[in-house]
Nanobody, 121 residues
Framework: QVQLVESGGGLVQAGGSLRLSCAAS????????IGWYRQAPGKQRELVAS??????????NYADSAKGRFTISRDSAKNTVYLQMNNLKPEDTAVYYC????????????WGQGTQVTVSS
């Protein structure tokens, strides 16, 4: 079973960028659909972006809030899925998680620790 570990969060000013990493072990990210989710204080966890397996065409799906600013990608050699976040806004502040999904958004894995992203105004 694939295990995923998130990293790359931090404190950034509004308008800045961060790249989050989701490193996999136990299976390959190439054969799994992976989604990035976030949960802000007092809010439900929500999908940010997802990418289908390579055999399913590597399709990408984005939440409206992420379109045009965030990019999900996969590096099969590093067995890692990334979330490049540009033009960050204070409302992007949340704990970000990655998980295995049935594309585009049905979670099928266990939640990890996540990585905190804080955007200051």
């Amino acid at each position: 079973q694939v295990q995923l570990v998130e990293s790359g969060g931090g404190l950034v000013q509004a308008g800045g960028s961060l790249r989050l990493s989701c490193a996999a072990s136990g299976s390959t990210v190439s054969t799994n659909a992976i989604g990035w989710y976030r949960q802000a204080p007092g809010k439900q966890r929500e999908l940010v972006a997802s990418i289908s397996s390579i055999t399913s065409g590597g399709r990408r799906n984005y939440a409206d809030s992420a379109k045009g600013r965030f990019t999900i990608s996969r590096d099969s050699a590093k067995n890692t899925v990334y979330l490049q976040m540009n033009n960050l806004k204070p409302e992007d502040t949340a704990v970000y998680y990655c998980n295995r999904v049935l594309f585009p958004a049905t979670v099928v894995g266990l939640w990890g620790q996540g990585t905190q992203v804080t955007v200051s105004s």
